[in-house]
Structures are given as structure tokens and as C-alpha cells.
């Protein structure tokens, strides 16, 4: 008898992360909802169980915080439950120049963006490698490929995820656990409100993708193995446009960017 599985999706309680649980809730997929918000979790997760025959688990803690890491974690454990697709899609950014930032938040966003990921990566890794499948996608950006000034830890907390989720994706050959990085380019989402990017020149100039088309493409590119996946022709020149062009110029255009908002 086939042991029941489990996606994992964190964030998932809107934007990007609603939308990935909705295709994947199509595909036939039994998910774990995390995300901080209780009420908006348990809606989704009501809405998923009455039009598809899965089962769905909401777990509501903050992720920012490495006791929520854990709580989430534990409950996995003592449900036995087993996760064979993790998707870390859960993080913010803050817009503004890092001297005159908030310290606490942007270490929380630091805590979130790598330290949540990493972890959650290396905890629900070790039983894929012993079931020998399994599939991770973690979240990052077009801004993982350049500095940002005036977003300073954002764009460096992408960098590392870019990075990070590049590297595993060598170590794990031939153990038939993938890594994904999605690296969306603007897109609608709350992200970009709650950050301030949604009024910046960046997403006068890169018209922003839906989070639905996003997701769709991150899924597909996550079934299929695939390493890497920029969304949007717009989005790959501009993904490549760091690597031709004088480092110099790319944090000035960068800056200008921002500061024009």
C-alpha cells in the first residue's frame, strides 16, 4: 500500500502561495497550508477539500520566528506526515535605504527569506533522499541576480536563495530529489504592496505578471526537474543583463530604479 504524501507549501495563504495550492489541489495533491494568517489558511483550506477529493492540512505559524520553524516541523512529525513536494514560497521584502531601515524587520525578513528556508529544506530533505523522490522549489526573484540598492536585503536574501537552491540542485544528481528556483519578475501579489515595489519605476517598466501565470509556470518547471525558471520574456533579459554589463552600472540603474517611485 502507497504511503500518502503531502505538498508542503508555505506562504500559501495568498499570492503566489494561494495559487500554487490551488494547481497543485487540481493535480490531486494532499497539501500542508503555513502561513501566519489562521482564518485565511482555514478558508482555503475548506474551499480546496469541497471541490477536490484530498486532504489538507492548514498549520498556521510564523516562520519569521525559528520557533515557529520548529513548531511547524513537529507537527509534520507527530502527524506523520509525509512531504514529497516542498514549496518555500513564504517571504517579504522592505523598500528604502538600509541606514535608514528598520533593523528588527529587516532581520526578521532575513530570518524568513533564508533562515526559514534553509532549514525547512534540510529538515524535509532527509526523507526524500531515503524514499529516493521528491520535489523542492523555493521562491526567489529576478532581483537574485544583481544587487539592489534601496532594497538592499531583499535582493541579497534572493541572492542567497538563487545560490543555495543552485548548489543543492548539483549535490542531489541521480538521487531523484530536484530542486526548482522560481524567479518571478513583478508580480501582482500583496508582496508587493506590504514591500512598497508596487509604486516603483520596476513595475512601471516590467508590466507585472498574475500570480496565477507565475505559479503555473513554477509548478510545470518544478514537475519537470528543471533548475531554474524566469517567467516572462522580459523578466530573462533582465535576468541576464547583469552578467554582460559593468557590475557598476547595474547598481546604479538598480538604485535609479528604486529611487524613482
Not at 78 to 101: E, P, Q, R, W
Not at 138 to 153: D, E, I, L, Q, W
Not at 163 to 187: D, H, Q
Not at 251 to 260: D, E
Amino acid at each position: 500500500m502507497d504511503t500518502k504524501t503531502y505538498t508542503l507549501i508555505t506562504g500559501a495563504s495568498s499570492g503566489i502561495g494561494y495559487d500554487l495550492a490551488k494547481i497543485a489541489a487540481a493535480d490531486g495533491k494532499n497539501l500542508i497550508l503555513v502561513a501566519r494568517s489562521e482564518d485565511k489558511l482555514d478558508q482555503l483550506a475548506e474551499e480546496l477539500r469541497k471541490s477536490y477529493p484530498i486532504e489538507v492540512v492548514s498549520i498556521a505559524v510564523d516562520l519569521s520566528d525559528e520557533a515557529g520553524v520548529n513548531e511547524l516541523i513537529s507537527e509534520v512529525e507527530t502527524g506523520n506526515l509525509a512531504i514529497d513536494t516542498l514549496v518555500n514560497n513564504a517571504g517579504f521584502g522592505d523598500f528604502g535605504d538600509f541606514a535608514k531601515a528598520d533593523l528588527a524587520k529587516n532581520m526578521e525578513m532575513i530570518r524568513l527569506n533564508i533562515g526559514a528556508l534553509t532549514h525547512l529544506t534540510h529538515t524535509f530533505m532527509q526523507k526524500m533522499l531515503i524514499s529516493g523522490k521528491g520535489r523542492i522549489m523555493n521562491v526567489a526573484s529576478t532581483a537574485s541576480f544583481m544587487p539592489g540598492p534601496g532594497m538592499a536585503v531583499y535582493y541579497a536574501s534572493k541572492a542567497y536563495v538563487l545560490s543555495f537552491s543552485e548548489a543543492l540542485t548539483r549535490e542531489l544528481k541521480g538521487s531523484g530529489v530536484t530542486v526548482t528556483t522560481l524567479c518571478p519578475g513583478p508580480t501582482n501579489t500583496d508582496f508587493a504592496k506590504v514591500s512598497g515595489l508596487g509604486h516603483s519605476l520596476m513595475h512601471r517598466m516590467l508590466p507585472p505578471a498574475t500570480s496565477l501565470d507565475v505559479a503555473k509556470a513554477g509548478y510545470k518547471a518544478m514537475l519537470k526537474g528543471k533548475s531554474i525558471e524566469i517567467p516572462g520574456i522580459m523578466n530573462k533579459l533582465s535576468a541576464l543583463t547583469p552578467r554582460f554589463s559593468p557590475r557598476s552600472m547595474v547598481r546604479n540603474l538598480i538604485y535609479n530604479i528604486h529611487k524613482n517611485h
